[in-house]
T-cell receptor
Framework: GQQVMQIPQYQHVQEGEDFTTYCNSS?????IQWYKQRPGGHPVFLIQ?????EVKKQKRLTFQFGEAKKNSSLHITATQTTDVGTYFC?????????FGTGTSLTVIP | DAGVTQSPTHLIKTRGQQVTLRCSPK?????VSWYQQALGQGPQFIFQ???????QRGNFPDRFSGHQFPNYSSELNVNALLLGDSALYLC????????????FGSGTRLTVV
């Protein structure tokens, strides 16, 4: 069945350092979404990528969709304490989205 | 503009009992998806409702059933509760079943004892 894996599972960074999480699917995706979940909260939609090789930016966040549409990455430049949380990718096939295992980011001030 | 509303926020049930969770989608949204999130895990897709029909279903047993009403609100029913059903149950709404991004509710924390 559909599997979406993320690495790393946990990441601790000093405030100001960069952070990257990678998402890999066992099958080709039609699109991919990224969500952020704060501790004790619910997932909040960040962005959706649809096209092969697509790159989108939101301020300090850069999202990439792989050429084969089987992987994606989220890069945060100069992390801040407000970036703390778990980042999930969700791979879409048809009208279902399969969430990845998540990367928990801790930012040390 | 109301977001996704879920009720109740917390629930404690005994093994073998039945539970009903409720979800009102974001204003303007017509599709509701349900997810189960165990502690430390990513949300797992249960099923999706659109036009009052179950459109897609994840790998969950028949003990999990649902319904969507004409006003787009939805219910998730779980029968014969098991200890392993303890989790955060999230409802997500979108416009159309291929909608751009889901809006999640705050979830219902179900504890089975």
């Amino acid at each position: 069945g559909q599997q979406v894996m993320q690495i790393p599972q946990y990441q601790h960074v000093q405030e100001g350092e960069d952070f990257t999480t990678y998402c890999n699917s066992s099958t080709t995706l039609s699109n991919i979404q990224w969500y952020k979940q704060r501790p004790g909260g619910h997932p909040v939609f960040l962005i959706q990528l649809v096209k092969s090789g697509e790159v989108k930016k939101q301020k300090r966040l850069t999202f990439q969709f792989g050429e084969a549409k089987k992987n994606s990455s989220l890069h945060i430049t100069a992390t801040q304490t407000t970036d703390v949380g778990t980042y999930f990718c969700a791979g879409g096939t048809g009208n279902q989205f399969y969430f990845g295992t998540g990367t928990s980011l801790t930012v040390i001030p | 503009d109301a977001g996704v509303t879920q009720s109740p926020t917390h629930l404690i049930k005994t093994r073998g009992q039945q539970v009903t969770l409720r979800c009102s989608p974001k204003s303007g949204h017509d599709t509701v998806s349900w997810y189960q999130q165990a502690l430390g895990q990513g949300p797992q897709f249960i099923f999706q409702y659109y036009e009052e029909e179950e459109r897609q279903r994840g790998n969950f047993p028949d003990r999990f059933s649902g319904h969507q009403f004409p006003n787009y609100s939805s219910e998730l029913n779980v029968n014969a509760l098991l200890l392993g059903d303890s989790a955060l149950y999230l409802c997500a709404s979108s416009l159309g079943y291929r909608g751009y991004g889901y809006t999640f509710g705050s979830g219902t924390r179900l504890t089975v004892v």
